[in-house]
């Protein structure tokens, strides 16, 4: 019904060599591919290297956790998925797009319209009913019109069984309502991958375990969900669990 919404905008054709099925343009053939992917910063007390060599390989449709304690280098992984921050050196490509090339307007505009991202503090703006907060990504990548946006929006929070409080302000919602309704932001783009950033960790056990099912639909409908999380429990039970530990990936098995 809304996939007109998705379109780009005179809907302008790349010449490109023909690729092998399932190969992207940059010969990546997993839908997120980090390539050596090392990241150090500068101290006080001298260079500190964050990711150390990093391989990440992540295809179409899975269901993924990122695991590791604080300090091991999650923050930093995600950041390179979702270009906030850049590499050293390596390669992070992203379907089609080599995103550590990016400028940095082109990066916004890219996140924006490739990457949904759901925190664990749900980052809502206060003085916005839910309703205009689903419709903020739409907003800032101008898609559709006003009416289209609101009508997505509303169809967003249905899905996520909402409707019920669209005109209302987040400060009128339990937190576990607040975090469907940032879900239901995150997909207002149809965004490729859905990136949730401990999105359980302010939550009870049982709200927790509904937002859980919540993903398990999505990746049911044919998203890629990437999920960082301190929750072992949880990480048992996505397909896949990509464990980093000192900057590096651990590929014993998960504890």
Do not use: Y
Request: charged residues 20%; glycine residues 8%; contains cysteine.
């Amino acid at each position: 019904m809304f996939s007109h919404l998705f379109r780009n905008a005179g809907s302008r054709k790349q010449a490109r060599q023909e690729l092998p099925a399932g190969t992207f343009a940059h010969g990546n053939t997993h839908l997120i591919h980090l390539r050596r992917v090392v990241k150090t910063f500068q101290t006080a007390a001298g260079t500190f290297t964050a990711l150390n060599g990093v391989d990440v390989q992540i295809d179409r449709g899975e269901f993924v956790a990122i695991v590791g304690k604080s300090g091991s280098g999650k923050s930093t992984l995600v950041n390179m998925i979702t270009g906030i921050d850049r590499p050293t050196s390596g390669e992070v490509l992203v379907g089609d797009t080599a995103v550590h090339t990016l400028s940095e307007g082109q990066m916004a505009v890219w996140r924006g319209k490739h990457m949904g991202v759901i925190f664990q503090f749900f980052q809502l703006l206060p003085t916005l009913t839910l309703v205009e907060n689903v419709m903020l990504p739409m907003d800032f990548c101008h898609i559709g019109s006003m009416k289209e946006r609101q009508e997505r929006a509303m169809a967003l929070l249905e899905q996520v069984e909402m409707t019920a409080h669209a005109h209302k302000l987040p400060s009128a919602c339990s937190g576990g309502q607040q975090q469907r309704v940032a879900i239901a932001r995150a997909l207002a783009n149809d965004p490729s991958v859905i990136l949730a950033v401990e999105p359980t960790g302010n939550l009870d056990s049982r709200t927790a375990g509904a937002i859980f099912d919540l993903f398990e639909e999505l990746v049911a409908r044919g998203k890629t969900v990437a999920m960082v999380t301190h929750d072992r429990d949880l990480a048992r039970r996505v397909s896949r669990a990509i464990v980093i530990a000192d900057g590096e990936i651990d590929v014993s098995p998960l504890e």
